[in-house]
């Protein structure tokens, strides 16, 4: 069974810092690409970032380049989202994603990213909350 437990939410001031954990298993981890997606209340899904562990490198959305950073540990077949200098408009539900496939792309990684209905499976979500 497939299985993307996201944990490490939670409330922060504007300027703070999370960590956030995407727990991977029932699939072979190195196969897939992995992403972080947001959705906050009344908006739709907005793609955030991915990483490819296989293929390597990372892809950012314009809104969160240069603050968040994304990594992925092939030992434990979790991936973390590092989020820093956040801000109140990162308030959103965070879902950790798999589509098939390991390509090192950029345009791969942003058609993924604009694209959520193309993702196999996706995890729970963890509230992050930024507060003013």
């Known amino acids: 069974e497939v299985q993307l437990v996201e944990s490490g939410g939670g409330l922060v001031q504007a300027g703070g810092s999370l960590r956030l954990s995407c727990a991977a298993s029932?699939?072979?981890?190195?196969?897939?690409?992995i992403g972080w997606f947001r959705q906050a209340p009344g908006k739709e899904r907005e793609g955030v970032s991915c990483?490819?562990?296989?293929?390597?490198?990372?892809y950012y959305a314009d809104s969160v380049k240069g603050r968040f950073t994304i990594s992925s540990d092939n030992v434990k077949n979790t991936v973390y989202l590092q989020m820093n200098s956040l801000k109140p408009e990162d308030t959103a539900v965070y879902y950790c994603?798999?589509?098939?496939?390991?390509?090192?792309?950029?345009?791969?990684?942003?058609?993924?990213?604009?694209?959520?209905?193309?993702?196999?499976?996706w995890g729970q979500g963890t509230q992050v909350t930024v507060s003013s």
């Open positions: 994603a798999a589509k098939r496939g390991a390509y090192y792309s950029s345009s791969y990684y942003r058609t993924l990213l604009t694209h959520p209905s193309a993702i196999d499976y």
């Open positions: 029932g699939f072979t981890f190195d196969d897939f690409t």
């Open positions: 990483i490819s562990s296989r293929a390597g490198g990372g």
